[in-house]
């Protein structure tokens, strides 16, 4: 079960569509020339395929072990740990003045999206620390920065993000934690379910980012606040001193990601765990939601990665799996069988589609954050928001569509453990789930992104994609096959348009029924917007013999994708036009007659 | 995590979708009345409910043991299969002279769904001893029918399939099993994989199915012979004799259905197990094809069971989940969220809409064995030879949908074992891989089925979809809704007889590339006809007050599966017939570039 990260088609991606020029032009990033990338990413495939992968399957076969409130996690995790954070993998894009490597998102999406297909339940802990290094960075004062910084981006230090307790889930308002002013901190109580890495083995200390309440807060969202609770406190030296008042009390059995810890946090049941507040009281929720967008695209980037990986296992299996024999007499591979192509097909022309609007969503986040005209940084920061809940949501859906299809790929065989087809479904299982299920991407995409303003993100995309369109269809003289693909390209923009018009002539529930049928059409269209794009890019590079099997095969690709995968997006969209009133008609009592 | 037999559905899809009462008027099954036939559902149901339904999550955690050649099933399993063969329930179709209940395979449908969807594991079991029932009642020489096939019938002897070897999965030609002639009877040897129950302690002999090689047998599938190889030898009077030259060599540590013993069976290590030829020389697999009807229709049930479990299972913890709040400041359930009745309704949807094509192929299935008229006799095989596949693949396929959905309903919740809701996943993911896996189905549908008879049987299909069009669209002054249910009945009948007419023009290997989508068409098209009738009967019962909350819920699934289910089959059809091509096109040097 060997792993190859695919720098052939990330270097495409992000050269041809992504236009890593560009982005290497933005302040700070002049140093991200595509040589110097390739060479990095080159380096960044090896730790994922030589280090991570073989440590996949340990990890989910011999999982975790609690004593005495101490995770341990597999043999050879720790080790793999300390080498990333050795090689300064631990948080790429952060400023190099803060010891990170001050990588440009997109760069940093291809790795994440390595060291997420390699091992999903590895890579979760730096996923994590990213989070908390964020909302340190973002909101917290300077002493809470000076000392908690520097071990969160070298990663001696690991971070945690406890928002959901057992009442509360994708519901926040529903928190109870509480936080009592003593001195120049709190005191932190409460109990935090599902929190990942919240206790283990790989560094000395962990820090947790806590969302509880001010004794004077007002009811709800809006009386949330954001602190960091330290596992050991930390001395005026930097030293770690006394344990602080927060314990592992169990961790979950999972489907999946056995080897990533699932912990219950038990803050404060001696009296108070020390918490120190971020920022200003009462902020917390929007901290979080500040840092949502890259945990999102990291998500989002797990179901890429999980996808790639699930089809390269496929692959390779097709490739020697004898089975039946050619009409001469010969053995023959199952490659041979069209379905087993097809699914094969599905699989790689979704994930190559899935990457491209994952690594876009990045590609905005650099200039969002670095571009200096304002318009642009405004556009940008508009087709982040836009895209992370369909990187996310989509990504992770097919993650699991992919995962699925690799096992049927395997037949019994796939069933069977020891082939590890089954591990990749399992891990996939929770990335749509996970930093906001589906459901809550869907309606963050129908309600913030597209109806509050205005469908003006969203018609901006359609424009992109009717430029996409018209740029295969004039040199339809050359590839008379373009003609096709500029036409379907037509169909998805016009199909995303119409649904644009039609989420924000709404005024009842309707968009929120239709929500989730939403995103994966957006998704699939966008794929295909992906694919023209990359038509024209392979096109040019068979013409100048650069990577010419890659361009080759991505030809094939693009039109197996326009006639295999994007036709389900017309069904998509006339069920959301014409199903969301017979799903609002549905009441419990529907489904509570004893059938 | 209880499971509540739909005994309400039940019998509104065998009285008014299956006609029942036609049925019964069949020659030996004239004691298949309502009244009786619901007796007997009722307590099927209780044992579902109350015996095999708690073994079934205790199965999945304790798993089975391997020691010293036994396999040792999980505290329980053995004291409810002991009590299953008390109470009749192992064979419910066969001949009461043969011990038998005599039931119309109809109503065994009802029973295999309950049973498979309370307890998967479990009731593979008795799935397996009828496939070895049915070879040995078919083919085999009196002699051994008297003496295997009794306790086999009751289930004090369980039977097994011996078909895979490591290097023959879905195609058995290349079985290499030999059986070496010895007197009265034959050595056999080789090794089996895969085999369900091939070793276990619920019953006292168990009794082995084996497709093997003669000396002198040609080359390929016209090469196997059958033969019955009992784990203990019989004496003549019927008592147990020494134990066969056959053992359990390992068993599959799997994704799911831990509790079915999945064997590595060593035939003949110590000389030759002794085996007794079925039948004819050389027409083993002919014989298994022949009991494949009934195998696989059993497996199509196995999805319609967990796709019904996954269903209830996650209606409950919706039911019960609070999760935000009402505008008024109430706590709420996740049930008041349009993606959660979204999902809901379609896993509602599509199992009631699985149910009634199963329960009609077994409807037919009862007509093609006992219907006097010659005619009526060859059009119900018709019928059954082209619905099997679709239940199969169709119900199997949807039965992971349905579990997948049910885990994201969950939450995160799903996620974590103790919930069951991910076993459901776990456990369906075998059914599109056994007894055939879904692209097998596939091709049996388009090419056996649809044009060897030059589309015969699809037309009558087609026609009777129209005419329950038609008794729509006759109504439509009483409901006026019902236009819109008979247009799209009608369109549903068009796209089946268009893709007939498709693969009938068709010379090439475009048949074996849209196969699958070809499958999953048809069985949405026929989930909207079935839907359809259901319409009628459920208005119908309304008007006569004959269960109307069942009647009303009915209705609205009705609605919800025409605008969200049913539009997809549109894009399917679009896709075969645009798509195959480029299935085609990808080769193995595709998928082979670096990426």
Redo the contacts between chains.
């Keep these: 079960m060997s792993y190859?990260a695919?720098?052939?088609?990330m270097m495409f991606v992000l050269e041809d569509l992504c236009d890593l020029d560009g982005v290497s032009k933005l302040p700070g990033l002049e140093d991200a020339t595509p040589d110097m990338i390739s060479a990095i990413l080159e380096e960044a495939g090896k730790f994922a395929g030589q280090v991570l992968a073989p440590l996949n399957v340990i990890g989910d076969q011999k999982g975790l072990t609690l004593t005495d409130g101490k995770v341990g996690t597999p043999e050879g995790w720790a080790a793999a740990y300390h080498q990333l954070v050795e090689m300064g993998w631990n948080s790429p894009t952060t400023d190099p003045e803060h010891g990170g490597m001050g990588l440009p998102a997109v760069v940093n999406a291809c790795i994440q999206e390595m060291f997420n297909g390699a091992n999903t339940a590895f890579q979760l802990c730096s996923l994590l620390t990213q989070g908390a290094i964020e909302a340190i960075e973002g909101y917290a004062e300077d002493s809470l920065k000076e000392t908690y910084l520097p071990k969160l981006v070298t990663g001696e230090w690991t971070g945690t993000m406890n928002l959901?307790e057992p009442?509360a889930?994708?519901?926040l308002?529903?928190i109870r934690s509480k936080a009592e002013p003593q001195g120049d901190h709190y005191l932190v109580s409460g109990q935090k379910?599902?929190i990942t890495y919240g206790e283990h083995d790989m560094a000395e200390n962990i820090i947790h980012l806590v969302l509880a309440r001010l004794p004077d807060a007002p009811a709800g969202v809006k009386g949330i606040s954001l602190f960091v609770v330290p596992k050991f406190l930390v001395n005026a030296d930097g030293s770690l001193g006394e344990r602080n008042d927060v314990r592992c009390v169990s961790i979950?059995?999972?489907?999946?990601i056995h080897a990533s810890p699932t912990c219950t946090l038990a803050f404060g049941d001696n009296g108070g765990a020390t918490g120190y507040l971020v920022g200003e009281p009462n902020k917390g929720l929007q901290y979080m939601f500040a840092m949502m967008n890259s945990a999102r695209l990291g998500v989002g980037l797990q179901g890429v990665g999980i996808a790639?990986h699930a089809t390269?296992h496929a692959?390779n299996y097709?490739?020697e799996r004898?089975?039946?024999?050619t009409p001469e007499g010969a053995e023959a591979?199952i490659?041979g069988?069209?379905?087993?192509?097809?699914m094969?097909?599905l699989m790689?022309a979704r994930t190559e589609a899935a990457r491209v609007i994952a690594y876009r969503a990045a590609r905005s986040l650099d200039y969002a954050h670095r571009a200096t005209d304002a318009d642009e940084k405004a556009r940008h920061q508009r087709r982040v928001d836009l895209l992370i809940p369909i990187a996310k949501g989509w990504s992770t859906e097919l993650g699991?569509e992919n995962a699925?299809l690799g096992?049927?790929v395997h037949?019994?065989m796939?069933?069977?453990?020891?082939t590890g087809a089954?591990q990749h479904?399992?891990d996939a299982?929770?990335t749509?789930?996970?930093e906001g299920?589906?459901?809550i991407q869907?309606?963050d995409l129908v309600g913030r992104k597209i109806q509050r303003d205005g469908g003006v993100a969203a018609k901006e995309l359609v424009a992109d994609m009717r430029a996409s369109a018209k740029a295969l269809g004039e040199q339809t003289s050359a590839h008379a096959d373009w003609a096709m693909l500029c036409a379907t390209i037509m169909d998805a923009a016009d199909t995303v348009e119409d649904l644009t018009d039609w989420l924000l002539a709404q005024n009842g529930?309707e968009p929120?029924?239709g929500?989730?049928?939403i995103l994966e059409c957006f998704g699939i269209c966008l794929g295909a917007w992906a694919m023209g794009d990359a038509a024209i890019s392979a096109a040019t590079r068979l013409e100048q013999s650069r990577s010419p099997?890659?361009a080759?095969?991505k030809l094939?690709?693009v039109?197996?994708y326009?006639?295999?995968v994007l036709?389900?997006?017309?069904?998509?969209s006339?069920?959301v036009k014409?199903?969301?009133?017979?799903?609002?008609?549905?009441?419990?009592?529907?489904?509570?007659?004893?059938?």
């Design positions: 190859s695919p720098l052939n088609d959901t009442q889930g994708s519901d308002a529903a379910i599902y979950e059995h999972k489907l999946g790639e390269q692959i097709a490739m004898k089975q039946g024999g591979t490659m069988h069209p379905d087993i192509r097809r094969l097909g790689k699991i699925s096992v049927q037949g019994g796939g069933y069977v453990e020891e089954a479904l399992r299982r929770i749509t789930i996970y299920t589906t459901g869907a309606l529930s929120l029924a929500a989730v049928t099997a890659h080759q095969a094939k690709i039109h197996f326009m006639k295999n036709p389900k997006a017309a069904s998509l006339a069920t014409g199903g969301a009133g017979s799903v609002l008609d549905l009441t419990a009592a529907d489904f509570g007659v004893e059938a």
